[in-house]
């Protein structure tokens, strides 16, 4: 039931605060400060190294989780698309685990690269929205994301909890290799606590995003960038607005674009630049004075100190509230999908239903 929604979708969009919540709240211990007390198929004291492998959006999530537990765990991760998973015949050494993330629990391609870890012998784990799913039943632990049924093909809620889970296990990791102090464990917490809040925030930003939904409904070729986990941000945001709306999108690591892309640029072209304030936002910028230089029309999804220090002229800025930048990719997930979304409506396309996609994806 769709309720006052005009797409599934849309609905999973502003379901976001109420299921992010329920899955940190399994995974956290508000009252404590503390990651809850839950079972782990290995210790991540041991481990020495933690294989991700997961398709589409589900890679997605996996590629900032490893951001984060490389940064805040010293936990190296490797991680790799499921289809090329499968046939890599990666070497896994003995002291390593395999993490597995899909909203459905059946994608063909990870289900494969699931079995080919069980045959190196090495403990499994899985984040998964369908409980009764054949990864959930094939893994050695689960760490359920509490979505509840997604049915817009284009997964939304089910990646914003992916990234709570993986907030959550960041943290275990952290406190079991002794990475982070209590005082920092409860302070990430806290930040944690406060993401629902902030992806309510994040949902009212309608206006500028229909305005940038108008131009992009016009054009052919659309590039995201961003630095850090706003890397994958800039590949999520392309991947959906090529599924949702046909528009031919390519997201890029901002620093690579001098390296080819940036021949794509003139004023046809809308560069959206996902850059909060944090540590690496000048590097950004001075990539944004690139496009800038060149004719191109930049959309910058930022926060309100980022509004004020990048001294350019853009299309659109869409001003997102302050928030630290652990919790920051949850929250720029709302601005890219809604984005997406509002794009797709004005161009007509089905947003519950994009052409010769399907929800979940059995064979190879
Ligand atoms: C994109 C999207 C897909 C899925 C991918 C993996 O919006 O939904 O890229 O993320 O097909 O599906 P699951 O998570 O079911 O393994």
Redesign the pocket.
């Known amino acids: 039931d769709k309720g006052n929604y005009r797409h599934f979708m849309e609905k999973e969009i502003h379901e976001q605060p109420e299921v992010i919540s329920h899955t940190l709240a399994r995974y956290l211990d508000f009252a404590q400060g503390t990651v809850a007390n839950f079972d782990l198929p290995f210790d991540f004291a041991k481990i020495e190294r933690l294989a991700i492998s997961?398709?589409?959006?589900?890679?997605l999530a996996g590629l900032i989780g490893k951001y984060w537990l490389e940064r805040y765990a010293r936990l190296p991760v490797d991680i790799d698309i499921a289809s090329e998973f499968r046939y890599r015949e990666m070497p896994l050494p003995e002291n390593s685990a395999a993490l597995f993330?899909?909203?459905?629990?059946?994608?063909a391609d990870?289900l494969a690269s699931l079995r080919y870890c069980r045959g190196e012998g090495i403990p499994i784990a899985a984040i998964v929205?369908v409980r009764e799913s054949t990864m959930a039943r094939e893994s050695d632990g689960i760490f359920p994301t509490l979505a509840g049924p997604e049915i817009g093909?284009?997964?939304t809620k089910?990646?914003t909890c992916q990234l709570s889970v993986l907030a959550a296990l960041t943290l275990k990791a952290a406190r079991a290799r002794g990475t982070i102090t209590p005082d920092e464990e409860k302070a990430f917490v806290r930040q944690l606590a406060e993401a629902p809040r902030y992806v309510s925030q994040a949902l009212k930003l309608s206006d500028g995003i229909e305005k940038v939904a108008r131009e992009l409904s016009h054009v052919r070729h659309v590039l995201y960038l961003g630095r850090d986990t706003n890397y994958p941000l800039a590949l999520e945001g392309a991947?959906?607005l090529k599924?949702l709306s046909y528009i031919h999108a390519e997201g890029y690591a901002a620093g690579e674009l001098k390296h080819g892309p940036i021949a794509l640029i003139d004023e046809q072209m809308p560069v959206i630049v996902i850059a909060p304030h944090d540590r690496i936002f000048e590097k950004t910028v001075s990539n944004m004075q690139e496009v800038a230089a060149r004719g191109g029309r930049i959309v910058l999804i930022t926060d309100e100190k980022g509004a004020k220090n990048a001294t350019l002229d853009t299309l659109e800025t869409i001003v997102l509230p302050d928030v630290p930048e652990f919790v920051a990719p949850i929250v720029y997930a709302l601005p890219i999908q809604m984005l997406a979304y509002h794009t797709a409506v004005l161009m007509g396309t089905d947003a519950d239903q994009p052409r010769n996609l399907a929800?979940?994806?059995t064979v190879e």
């Open positions: 997961a398709c589409g959006t589900a890679y993330i899909s909203q459905s629990g059946e994608t990870t929205n093909v284009a997964s089910a990646f991947l959906k599924e929800k979940s994806v």
